[in-house]
């Protein structure tokens, strides 16, 4: 069974540039997240997809953050403009029924 | 929302001897409590879990217990073994299908 895929796997940008991460979730899984990993924390909900729409966005920073997830498949997250403390992992998982996959995440440096 | 909190942040073990790491968690309507380990620059890997029906479960050197009245969920790592050593998160899942997971446990098995 293939796993769930991320891309990049590694990004460096300078802060205010604007960057984004995407996601191949688990065929079938209808539910989606993103979760962002501060190094030494534990993840942290940022959206959660169920298929298309949106069940939970109440901790993502909407003046910088966007994510979307098309035809309830792919999703992306975009950062614009992007600030030092948004250095971090970006994990995104999927979910059929209650076990969440995770992918290898990607790691973000804002210099 | 959930609260997770997870202790101890960090645990350092001799080879063949036990470890145990304690979650506390806020929602009582959770349902579903994963286990995950993170071994570094590594995704998430689900290790064990347990629902809000079950006490405990088990799983060769793996043990998870949930006492539902008092809100809080351990795990339990018998002979351990120096590649047990990773980063542990416990997570729990709200009713809203989110995963709050705690600030993670550094556990060190020196051979």
């Known amino acids: 069974e293939a796993g769930v895929a991320q891309s990049p796997r590694y990004k460096i940008i300078e802060k205010r540039q604007s960057v984004a991460f995407w996601c191949n979730p688990i065929s079938g899984h209808a539910t989606l997240y993103w979760y962002q990993q501060i190094l030494g924390q534990g993840p942290k909900l940022l959206i959660q997809?169920?298929?298309?729409?949106?069940?939970?966005d109440s901790q993502l920073p909407k003046d910088r953050f966007s994510a979307e997830r098309l035809k309830g498949v792919d999703s992306t997250l975009k950062i614009q403009p992007a600030k030092l403390e948004d250095s971090a992992v970006y994990l995104c998982?999927?979910?059929?029924?209650?076990?969440?996959?995770f992918g290898q995440g990607t790691r973000l440096t804002v210099v | 929302g959930e609260n997770v909190e997870q202790h101890p942040s960090t645990l350092s073990v001799q080879e063949g001897d036990s470890a145990v790491i304690k979650c506390t968690y806020s929602d009582s309507a959770s349902n579903y409590f994963p286990w995950y380990k993170q071994e570094l620059g590594k995704r998430p890997q689900l290790i064990i879990d347990i629902r809000s029906n079950v006490g405990e479960k088990k799983d060769q050197r793996i043990a998870v217990t949930l006492n539902k009245t008092a809100k809080h969920f351990s795990l339990h790592i018998t002979e351990t073994q120096p590649e047990d050593s990773a980063v542990y998160f416990c997570?729990?899942?709200?009713?809203?299908?989110?995963?709050?997971f705690g600030t993670g446990t550094s556990l060190t098995v020196i051979p």
């Open positions: 997809f169920q298929n298309n729409g949106v069940v939970d």
């Open positions: 998982a999927s979910s059929l029924h209650t076990e969440a996959f």
């Open positions: 997570a729990a899942l709200s009713t809203g299908n989110q995963f709050y």
